[in-house]
């Protein structure tokens, strides 16, 4: 429990203290210096590949945005160790309570890409589709591999479900990111 608080302690305080240190830093002013600089050389080095300035703001958008969904991922799985750091002492919430609501918050993440992959099929046809649905169908079978084996590496069988829980609701959250940006940006 000590252990669980401090962690959660110790990554707020590094996440604050990354703030504190761009704002003192003043570094935003120098990151966009330092990208105009890399998207002019990148422009000139690109120009002879037929790639246009549009098509490189695009990926910088998709990565700008797989960056912001990152972080809020991480918020949420702060939050949610703050939750459980204040269950633990709260005898009124139960291990099958904690798994309940682990399952529950899977589920609608679940729901969620089932409607993301829906759209998908729906704008793509003929070789894209067949090597979207393999490669779909390849990872369902790691995600519930690797969630199995993240559960089975904890000792206590009473957490396992919940571990399992929580690892196939993060890697569902980074798919459907990853779907939405490269894939569907309408989805």
């Known amino acids: 429990m000590e252990q669980l608080i401090f962690t959660v302690i110790g990554a707020l305080l590094t996440w604050a203290f990354y703030f504190i240190q761009r704002i003192a830093e003043r570094r935003g002013t120098v990151d966009a210096i330092e990208r105009g600089k890399q998207l002019l050389a990148l422009k000139q080095e ?12 695009r990926f910088e958008s998709r990565l700008i945005g797989k960056a912001e969904h990152a972080v809020r991922v991480a918020d949420s799985y702060v939050g949610k160790a703050e939750a459980i750091a204040r269950d633990q002492g709260n005898d009124a919430v139960s291990q099958s309570d904690m798994n309940r609501q682990a399952l529950a918050e899977f589920g609608r993440e679940q729901t969620r890409l089932d409607g993301v992959v829906a759209h998908l099929r729906e704008q793509l046809d003929g070789d894209s589709r067949a090597a979207f649905e393999q490669a779909h169908e390849a990872w369902q079978a790691f995600r519930e591999r690797h969630a199995r084996f993240i559960a089975q590496s904890y000792s206590s069988g009473a957490v396992r479900p919940l571990i399992y829980a929580v690892t196939m609701e993060s ?3 980074a798919w459907i990111s990853e779907l939405e940006t490269q894939l569907g940006e309408g989805a």
Do not use: K, M, N
């Not at 002879?48 to 703001?57: C, D, I, K, R």
């Open 46 to 57: 690109l120009d002879g590949a037929h790639t246009s300035v549009e098509e490189l703001q």
């Open 171 to 173: 890697i569902t959250v």
